[in-house]
């Protein structure tokens, strides 16, 4: 059987691509990451989604907190951008928010990249979408083609011939397409987490940049949100 190392983070994107990989007959070994993020509600989703799709493998990675500073995720005393406006046509100028973390699809990409060499895995598939987003540098089709430049000229298996494919299968859909495709696949909506700022008890905020994409999107795909919100 193929394989295929997952980012897998519990949200709505990564999940849909793990149901993708899925659903393209891989073997799936996923990772997700608990690094301080103030939505560490997802790790718990993510584990939730993995038995779902019964995952092969699925690890958990603890990163020091102290590795991303200045972000609005990690950091309680920066406020997370919530009721932004956006301009005509539903695109915001591309100013990189305060939610950005500083290079973390770079350090998660490695962990995958280790990953998938040493399970022989030869794709790595990444939720990134540079659609809806918020404008994040590491999401756009530049970044991700040229870390897979990178990934095949750092590992073994690259240099013999045998390379390592990025797979980024949201990167052009919209939010509305990504719920239409994972709903078309049999992805449980309800087992994922998207906001930035979920209450204690894990309802969602539903004013974020992440709850406004989730929520705009079920509207426009027709599709019954599940999320709780606040």
Request: glycine share 6%; hydrophobic share 35%; charged share 25%.
């Amino acid at each position: 059987m193929k394989k295929a190392v997952v980012l897998l983070s519990g949200g709505l994107d990564s999940s849909t691509c793990a149901a993708i990989a899925k659903n393209e007959n891989f073997e799936i070994y996923a990772i997700s990451f608990s690094y301080g993020q103030r939505h560490s509600v997802e790790i718990d989703c993510a584990k939730k989604v993995a038995d779902f799709l019964r995952i092969k493998e699925h690890k958990i990675i603890n990163i020091d907190t102290e590795v991303f500073k200045n972000s609005s995720l990690t950091d309680n005393s920066i406020s997370i951008p919530k009721n932004q406006k956006e301009e005509e046509g539903g695109r915001r100028n591309l100013i990189v928010p305060s939610t950005y973390v500083p290079a973390r699809n770079t350090l998660f990409l490695s962990y995958a990249l280790a990953f998938a060499e040493s399970t022989g895995s030869h794709d790595i598939f990444i939720g990134v979408t540079a659609v809806d987003y918020s404008g994040y540098p590491d999401c756009r089709r530049d970044y991700i083609e040229q870390y897979q430049k990178m990934a095949n000229l750092a590992t073994k298996t690259g240099r013999e011939g045998n390379p390592i494919i990025i797979r980024t299968p949201l990167i052009d859909l919209s939010k509305a397409e990504i719920i239409a495709v994972g709903h078309k696949l049999g992805m449980k909506y309800e087992l994922t987490h998207s906001c930035y700022s979920p209450s204690a008890d894990g309802f969602s905020c539903g004013e974020c940049d992440s709850c406004v994409h989730r929520k705009r999107g079920f509207l426009q795909a027709n599709i019954p949100d599940p999320t709780r919100y606040k």
